[in-house]
Nanobody, 129 residues
Framework: QVKLVESGGGSVQAGGSLRLSCAAS????????IRWWRQVPGKGREGVAS????????EYADSVKGRFTISQDNAKNTVYLRMNSLEPEDTAMYYC??????????????????????WGQGTQVTVSS
């Protein structure tokens, strides 16, 4: 059973930085796709960044390119999302999610929410102006 635990959220002022962590367990860490999503009340989830832990492609949403960086630490089975130059529009609940089916066939990450069967509980990020 894949388990994901997020941490690192908090409240910062605009222009500040945070680093979110997604600790994964229950599956081979090097064979999964991890995608960070975010959601604000009343809106759908937005895919923010993804990484295939087996060495595949990294992708970012246009809204975070150049500000956010996704990375992995194989020794800690953890994926990080470094968020710099935060803006009030980045305020959301952030979730990490894992796919172990599609990515195992393609060595890459799927795009849709429905492809991610495993989700963490979320961590809140609040950016004040």
């Amino acid at each position: 059973q894949v388990k994901l635990v997020e941490s690192g959220g908090g409240s910062v002022q605009a222009g500040g930085s945070l680093r979110l962590s997604c600790a994964a367990s229950g599956y081979t860490f090097s064979r999964m796709c991890i995608r960070w999503w975010r959601q604000v009340p009343g809106k759908g989830r937005e895919g923010v960044a993804s990484i295939y832990t087996g060495g595949g492609r990294i992708e970012y949403a246009d809204s975070v390119k150049g500000r956010f960086t996704i990375s992995q630490d194989n020794a800690k089975n953890t994926v990080y999302l470094r968020m710099n130059s935060l803006e009030p529009e980045d305020t959301a609940m952030y979730y990490c999610a894992a796919d172990i089916t599609h990515s195992a066939r393609t060595n890459n990450c799927p795009r849709g929410q429905a492809d991610f069967a495993h989700w963490g509980q979320g961590t809140q990020v609040t950016v004040s102006s």
